[in-house]
């Protein structure tokens, strides 16, 4: 879940966009 609301609020926000790419 939280990574789906963190890929959505990327667009919004490209420190979480950041850390899921350090997550993946």
Avoid: G, P, Q, R
Avoid at 10 to 15: A, E, H, L, R
């Amino acid at each position: 879940m939280k990574s789906e609301f963190c890929y959505v609020f990327s667009k919004f926000s490209s420190t979480c966009f950041a850390v899921i790419s350090l997550k993946s």
